[in-house]
C-alpha cells in the first residue's frame, strides 16, 4: 500500500507576496494566502485553477525559485523556503515554456543534468527524442512550442525523478503528442512505486484516469483537495426546476439554463432536493466547475 | 485500518554528483561566457587603442565595468532563476556566485583600463580623463596620481554594485544599465565633492602657517588630501559592498 511513504510533498501556511512591478509605492501582490497542500507519494496530483489562481507561483515556490513570504514547505523530506535551501535530488521541473536559453540544445541539458544527477540514461533520452522527432543538436530557439515541452519532458524523465513537477504540461501540445506524453508518464509512474507527479492544469476532463490527486485553487486559496475518486463520488449533479426554488443552501455551485438549475450538490444531501430532481453522477470536471463557479460568485 | 499502512517512512534519498556551487559556476559560465569573451576582448582593444592612439577610450571599460551587475542579469531574468532553482542550486549560492561573477568582469574590465592608464608614456600636458594633478602647473603626472584616479572609479563602482546589485536577485525585473551609468557618474561627483572637502580640511593648519600660500605645502596638502579620499572611498565601498552581500544572501 502506498500511505507508508512520507508525502512528496507538504505545504503548510504558504503565504507568498511578489513585490509590485512598479518602481514606487506599488503593494505587493498576494498570490498564495496561506495554504495547505500535501502531493501523496506514489500518486498524481492535479493542481487545478483558472488563469491567476497561483498555480505557476506554488510550483515556483516548491522549487524554491521564490522565498515564500510565510509559512513551511517540505518536498521529499527536506524544506525549501530558506536562502539556503535547495531542490533535492530526484526532483525534475518542467515549466510551461522552458527556462533554459534558447541557444541551449537536448545535448547542453543533458551535459548539465549529468552534473545534477548520478544516473543519467542518455540512451532513454534519445530515444524519447527521436519519438517527439527532436534532433538532440537543434537549439531549443528552433523547436516548436510542444517540442519545446517534449524536450525538457525527455531530458528531466532521463534522471528517472522521484517527483516530477510539471507546469501546464498539455497546454501546447496537438492531441497525438499528448497521448505520447501521458504514455511516457504512465510509463515512468509505473517504474517507481514511490514517483509522484504534481501537474497543473486548467481542465482535468481528459486526464480522469490518469489523476489520483486533485488540489484546485482559487484567487491564491485551495477550494478543495482530496482523491479526485473520492471528489467525484461525494457529488451528483442534480437538474432542478426553478419552479418552486430548491433550497439553494444544499447546493454547492449551481447554473440556470432557461427554467431549470443545474446544481452540484452533496451525495448525503441528495434526499433533500425536491421529488422533481433528475440526479446523475457527478465528473471530477463537474465539480471542480460548479465549485470554481459558486467561489467566482 | 492496520497502523502499519498509514507509518510514514522517509522515501530513498538520493545524493548529487556535484557540489550547488560547483553546479552554479558551471552554469553562470555556461550563461555567460560570451560576455566574459567580449569583456576580455574589448579589454585588449582598448589597451592597444591607448597605445596608439586614444587614451580616453578607457573609458568605456569603465562604464562597462559599472553596468556589469545589469549586463549579466539577462532579459529572462525569471527564467534564470527558475533553472537556477531546478538545478538544486540555493538562492543564496546563486547570489553568491553572481556577485563572484559580477566582480570578475569587474576586475577584467577595471585591469584593462588600468592598464590602458598606467602603461601610456605622458608628456608634461597630458591628463587624462579623471585627473586630479597634485602639481600645479605642466608638470608630467605621477604614479601616484594615476593610482589615485584609478582608486577613485574603482570604488565608484564597487558602490554602483553595492546600490544595484540587489534589484538582480528580485523576481519580475533586473536593474537597469542606464541607471548604473548615472549612479556612477553621481558616485564620481560625490568623491569629487569629498575630495574638495578633505582638501579643504587638510588644508586648514597650513592657513596660518608662515610656508602656507608656497607651491610645495600646496603639493602636500594635494597629495595627502589625494590620498584620503581614495582610502574613504575604497574602504567605504568594499565595507558596503560585503555588507549589501550579506543582507542579498539572508534576503535571497
Not at chain 1, 63 to 73: H, L
Not at chain 1, 184 to 189: F, G, N, V
Not at chain 2, 233 to 241: I, P, R
Request: hydrophobic residues 45%; aromatic residues 6%; neutral net charge.
Amino acid at each position: 500500500m502506498i500511505t507508508d511513504l512520507a508525502p512528496a510533498i507538504a505545504v503548510q501556511d504558504l503565504s507568498v507576496h511578489l513585490p509590485s512591478q512598479r518602481r514606487f509605492g506599488g503593494a505587493p501582490h498576494h498570490v498564495l494566502r496561506g495554504i495547505d497542500v500535501t502531493v501523496p507519494s506514489g500518486q498524481v496530483t492535479a493542481l487545478v485553477g483558472s488563469n491567476g489562481a497561483g498555480k505557476t507561483t506554488l510550483l515556483r515556490t516548491l522549487s524554491g525559485a521564490i522565498r515564500p513570504s510565510a509559512g513551511s514547505v517540505t518536498v521529499l523530506g527536506d524544506p525549501i523556503g530558506g536562502p539556503e535551501d535547495a531542490l533535492p535530488a530526484g526532483v525534475g521541473v518542467v515549466p510551461d515554456q522552458p527556462f533554459q536559453p534558447d541557444h541551449w540544445s537536448a545535448d547542453d541539458m543533458v551535459r548539465i543534468l549529468r552534473k545534477m544527477e548520478h544516473r543519467v540514461d542518455a540512451a532513454g533520452i534519445g530515444r524519447r527524442l527521436r519519438r517527439a522527432g527532436i534532433d538532440p543538436g537543434t537549439a531549443i530557439k528552433k523547436l516548436s512550442a510542444g517540442q519545446r515541452t517534449r524536450l525538457v519532458l525527455s531530458v528531466v524523465l532521463g534522471a528517472a525523478p522521484s517527483l516530477l513537477l510539471l507546469d501546464e504540461p498539455f497546454a501546447r501540445l496537438d492531441p497525438l503528442a499528448r497521448e505520447d506524453v501521458l504514455d511516457e508518464l504512465r510509463r515512468h509512474q509505473a517504474e517507481g512505486e514511490d514517483r509522484a507527479i504534481l501537474l497543473s492544469t486548467h481542465e482535468l476532463g481528459s486526464l480522469e484516469r490518469f489523476v489520483d490527486h486533485v488540489v484546485l485553487l482559487h484567487e491564491g486559496k485551495v477550494l478543495l483537495e482530496g482523491p479526485l475518486l473520492d471528489l467525484a463520488d461525494q457529488h451528483l449533479v442534480a437538474t432542478i426546476p426553478i419552479d418552486p426554488l430548491p433550497p439553494m443552501r444544499l447546493l454547492r455551485g449551481h447554473r440556470r439554463t432557461g427554467d431549470v438549475l443545474d446544481a452540484l450538490v452533496a451525495t448525503e444531501d441528495a434526499v433533500f432536493l425536491p421529488g422533481n430532481a433528475c440526479l446523475r453522477r457527478a465528473t471530477i470536471q463537474d465539480v471542480l466547475t460548479f465549485t470554481l463557479r459558486e467561489a467566482a460568485r | 485500518m492496520n497502523p502499519l499502512d498509514t507509518a510514514i517512512t522517509p522515501a530513498a534519498r538520493r545524493e548529487r554528483p556535484t557540489g550547488p556551487l560547483r553546479r552554479a559556476f558551471a552554469l553562470e559560465h555556461k550563461h555567460h561566457y560570451d560576455l566574459l569573451g567580449l569583456y576580455g576582448i574589448l579589454a585588449v582593444v582598448v589597451i592597444q587603442l591607448s597605445w596608439f592612439a586614444e587614451i580616453h577610450v578607457g573609458f568605456v571599460l569603465i562604464l562597462l565595468a559599472a553596468r556589469a551587475p545589469c549586463d549579466l542579469v539577462g532579459r529572462r531574468h525569471d527564467d534564470e532563476r527558475l533553472l537556477r532553482a531546478s538545478l538544486g542550486i540555493s538562492r543564496a549560492d546563486a547570489v553568491r556566485t553572481r556577485f563572484l561573477m559580477v566582480l570578475w568582469c569587474q576586475v577584467l574590465l577595471m585591469a584593462g583600463a588600468a592598464w590602458s592608464i598606467l602603461a601610456r608614456d605622458y608628456g608634461p600636458d597630458d591628463l587624462h580623463w579623471s585627473s586630479f594633478a597634485s602639481s600645479p602647473g605642466p608638470a608630467a603626472l605621477t604614479l601616484q596620481d594615476h593610482l589615485v584616479d584609478i582608486g577613485l572609479w574603482v570604488a565608484a563602482i564597487m558602490w554602483v554594485h553595492a546600490l544595484l546589485g540587489g534589484e538582480a536577485n528580485r523576481p519580475g525585473r533586473g536593474p537597469a544599465g542606464a541607471r548604473a551609468i548615472a549612479l556612477f557618474i553621481g558616485v564620481s561627483i560625490m568623491e569629487c565633492m569629498l575630495l574638495i572637502g578633505v582638501w579643504w580640511l587638510v588644508r586648514l593648519p597650513f592657513e596660518n602657517s608662515p610656508s602656507g600660500g608656497d607651491m610645495t605645502s600646496f603639493a602636500q596638502t594635494s597629495s595627502t588630501a589625494q590620498l584620503i579620499t581614495v582610502a574613504l572611498a575604497l574602504g567605504s565601498a568594499v565595507l558596503v559592498l560585503l555588507w549589501r552581500r550579506r543582507s542579498w544572501i539572508r534576503h535571497a
